[in-house]
């Protein structure tokens, strides 16, 4: 019998829609992700690109659909346990727009926190692992210090070390740049690209087109609700088919 060459897929989304009582944020989305492909999401404000990547990892509910992250899947409707939930959020890091560092712990504590309340380990091997992350994404040398005294740019990469910490099997981007000074984004640009030539599974919806083009092996295009276009990346940016990602990119490109 022949072996299946096909990549595994990673996270699968099967109809997935969400509601806000009478608004209609997305409907019947489908998407998949192969295990070690970077896909990135780009469309206009509004379109429910930042609410599917919540509804992914649980942090918000879907009203109807199946989610599949590392073969563990969720149903929306049906009943569901806290500690299915958890197992499912524990294989997808999220990186958000804001920080959302504990002021009062230093660099180190924000890294290391999540290791011992949710996988247990002790602090020695969690400030272990937090101190080689903190050096993967340049900032060896900030572990004493607390969030204030660290620019945005160092801040957000706090944010990604510390959701590598949990060995998630795909990374989560919610516009991490948008917040930050153009200059000060580019730190953040590199360790993600840095992610994504070691294999990293991500998910990026972002505004940084260049990242979108230059870097995500699939990208995807969402508008009114929908998935509207999916591609190569270069082909979409080139050579759009869809009338609404014509209009999106005229906006955009070129900023």
Same mark, same amino acid.
């Not at 489908?30 to 990892?57: F, H, Q, W, Y």
């Not at 940016?237 to 990602?245: K, L, N």
């Given at each position: 019998?022949?072996?299946?060459?096909? &990549? !595994? %897929?990673?996270?699968?989304?099967?109809?997935?829609?969400?509601?806000?009582?009478?608004?209609?944020?997305?409907?019947?989305?489908?998407?998949?992700?192969?295990?070690?492909?970077?896909?990135?999401?780009?469309? +206009?404000?509004?379109?429910?690109?930042?609410?599917?990547?919540?509804?992914?990892?649980?942090?918000?509910? +879907?009203?109807?659909?199946?989610?599949?992250?590392?073969?563990?899947?969720?149903?929306?409707?049906?009943?569901?346990?806290?500690?299915?939930? /958890?197992?499912?959020?524990?294989?997808?890091?999220?990186? =958000? %727009?804001?920080?959302?560092?504990?002021?009062?712990?230093?660099?180190?504590?924000?890294?290391?926190?999540? @290791? @011992?309340?949710?996988? !247990?380990?002790?602090?020695?091997?969690?400030?272990?692992?937090?101190? #080689?992350?903190?050096?993967?994404?340049?900032?060896?040398?900030?572990?004493?210090?607390? &969030?204030?005294?660290?620019?945005?740019? @160092?801040?957000?990469?706090?944010?990604?070390?510390?959701?590598?910490?949990?060995? +998630?099997?795909?990374?989560?981007?919610? /516009? +991490?740049?948008?917040?930050?000074?153009?200059?000060?984004?580019?730190?953040?640009?590199?360790?993600?690209? /840095?992610? #994504?030539? /070691?294999?990293?599974?991500?998910?990026? *919806?972002?505004?940084?087109?260049? =990242?979108?083009?230059?870097?995500?092996?699939?990208? *995807?295009?969402?508008?009114?609700?929908?998935?509207?276009?999916?591609?190569?990346?270069?082909?979409?940016?080139?050579? &759009?088919?869809? &009338?609404?990602?014509?209009?999106?990119?005229?906006?955009?490109?070129?900023?």
């Amino acid at each position: 019998m022949a072996v299946s060459t096909l &990549p !595994k %897929q990673m996270v699968s989304l099967r109809g997935v829609s969400k509601s806000y009582g009478d608004k209609v944020v997305f409907r019947s989305v489908d998407l998949d992700v192969a295990a070690g492909e970077v896909t990135a999401m780009i469309g +206009p404000s509004g379109a429910g690109k930042s609410t599917l990547l919540r509804c992914i990892n649980m942090l918000e509910h +879907p009203d109807a659909g199946e989610i599949t992250i590392g073969g563990k899947t969720i149903a929306a409707g049906k009943s569901t346990s806290l500690k299915e939930i /958890e197992a499912l959020r524990r294989k997808a890091g999220m990186v =958000f %727009q804001h920080f959302n560092l504990f002021p009062h712990m230093s660099v180190l504590q924000n890294v290391s926190f999540a @290791q @011992q309340r949710v996988l !247990k380990r002790s602090k020695a091997e969690a400030d272990k692992r937090s101190r #080689a992350l903190l050096d993967r994404v340049g900032l060896a040398d900030f572990a004493d210090s607390y &969030p204030a005294r660290c620019s945005g740019g @160092q801040q957000q990469r706090i944010a990604i070390a510390r959701a590598l910490a949990m060995d +998630p099997e795909v990374m989560l981007f919610d /516009e +991490p740049t948008s917040a930050l000074d153009p200059e000060v984004g580019l730190e953040v640009l590199a360790v993600m690209k /840095e992610l #994504a030539k /070691e294999g990293m599974t991500m998910i990026v *919806v972002t505004h940084e087109m260049a =990242f979108a083009r230059d870097v995500s092996d699939r990208l *995807v295009v969402m508008a009114d609700g929908a998935i509207i276009e999916q591609g190569d990346p270069h082909k979409i940016m080139s050579d &759009p088919e869809h &009338p609404r990602t014509k209009l999106f990119l005229r906006a955009v490109v070129g900023r």
